[in-house]
Each structure stands twice: as structure tokens, then as C-alpha cells.
């Protein structure tokens, strides 16, 4: 069975500081994907990236960096330079390659950034 | 640009009262999803469909229904609502190709008193 683990459920920072999100995940698949989505205070569902297991090269998209590291099986999520704009609730999410193919997602981490 | 509909967007049952929740989407994906989202928790898949005519228990689908009777539609059946199902529900739907990614609706906040 899959699992995603989000072991921080709540962080607060001050704006302008950098701030990671940790994910851990567990999957028998030799093939699969992860995604990171935000959930802002209006309730939907954004998403932010998707990465596929055979590429394990970091990611950097203008504030946002992810580092992919399968030896530990970890999916972290880096904001630099966070801002009031990024307080949301983020969700790592692994997906199946075959079969049904639905996410599976972590808990959630708060994040919440203070002027 | 669609993409993935709800309907309705909220919606307030007395326990015992039967409901169903809409989901269209627009793409022609094969693959659609229910999944619910407790306070302060993940999302929880409770039904899902391969395609038309098809369709499977995820993790919690005690008290739902699903049905597919169409590429673009998969209401969610919601009999004999219970307090326990208050909750806000997310429909998603993705193509068959390997990308993975799901398209996910605005939600529906169910509240069962």
C-alpha cells in the first residue's frame, strides 16, 4: 500500500524568511509520480508540480524549489523569500502508474506566514 | 475552459436525507474520482472509474453510490446521510495517458446535522 507522510502539520514564519515543507513517501512501484498542491483559504485545489521517479533532478520554479531524493524517498518543498500570499495548506501527493491511478495524499502541512 | 464542475457548491442534509452530488467534466478523461476531505486532513478517495460503465471502491465508500454512465458525468450518491459525512467532497478526473496529473473541481462542503 502507498503512503505519504507530512510529519509538520502546522508551520509559521515571518515573511521574507525561507521555509520547507517535508514529504516522505512509501510505494512498492518502480514507477510513479509526485505532486505537490496548495490548498490557499478559498478551498481549491492548486496545482504546483508533478515529478515522475526516474528524474531526480531539483526543481526550481521563481520562489519555489523541490528537491527529490529516492534514497530517502523524500519529496520536500521549498519556499525562499516566503510571503503573506503563500499561507495555504499543502498537500505531497504520490500516484499510482497503473491500475486506478488516484493520489494518494500526505495530511497536509499549514503554513502560515506573518507579516 | 470548464474543466471540472461541482454541483452544489454547498449544501446543508438532516441525517437520514439522501442527496447527490454532480461532477461533469469537459476534457474526455477516462478516469474520475471522488474524494472527500475531513477538517484538517487529506484528501480520502471513496469511489472511482476507469471509464464509462466502470467503476470501484477507493479507501472509504461506506454510505456512497457512484455510477458512470457517461464519459463526462460521475454523481456521487450520498443515501441515509450521517453526521459523519459532513465533510467537504472533491471530484477530479484525469486522461489515460501516463502523466498522472488529476484536475480537480472546486469542492462541495456537505454539512449533515
Known amino acids: ?115 | 475552459n470548464a474543466g471540472v464542475t461541482q454541483t452544489p457548491k454547498f449544501r446543508i442534509l438532516k441525517i437520514g436525507q439522501s442527496m447527490t452530488l454532480q461532477c461533469a467534466q469537459d476534457m474526455n478523461h477516462n478516469y474520475m474520482y471522488w474524494y472527500r476531505q475531513d477538517p484538517g486532513m487529506g484528501l480520502k478517495l471513496i469511489y472511482y472509474s476507469v471509464g464509462a460503465g466502470i467503476t470501484d471502491k477507493g479507501e472509504v465508500p461506506n454510505g456512497y453510490n457512484v455510477s458512470r454512465s457517461t464519459t463526462e458525468d460521475f454523481p456521487l450518491r450520498l443515501e441515509l446521510a450521517a453526521p459523519s459525512q459532513t465533510s467537504v467532497y472533491f471530484c477530479a478526473s484525469s486522461s489515460s495517458s501516463a502523466t498522472g496529473e488529476l484536475f480537480f473541481g472546486e469542492g462541495s462542503r456537505l454539512t449533515v446535522l
Open chain 1, 1 to 115: 500500500a502507498q503512503k505519504v507522510t507530512q510529519a509538520q502539520t502546522e508551520i509559521s514564519v515571518v515573511e521574507k524568511e525561507d521555509v520547507t515543507l517535508d514529504c516522505v513517501y512509501e510505494t512498492r512501484d518502480t514507477t510513479y509520480y509526485l505532486f505537490w498542491y496548495k490548498q490557499p483559504p478559498s478551498g481549491e485545489l492548486v496545482f504546483l508540480i508533478r515529478r515522475n521517479s526516474f528524474d531526480e533532478q531539483n526543481e526550481i520554479s521563481g520562489r519555489y524549489s523541490w528537491n527529490f531524493q529516492k534514497s530517502t524517498s523524500s519529496f520536500n518543498f521549498t519556499i525562499t523569500a516566503s510571503q503573506v500570499v503563500d499561507s495555504a495548506v499543502y498537500f505531497c501527493a504520490l500516484s499510482e502508474e497503473a491500475g486506478r491511478r488516484a493520489l494518494t495524499f500526505g495530511s497536509g502541512t499549514r503554513l502560515q506566514v506573518q507579516p
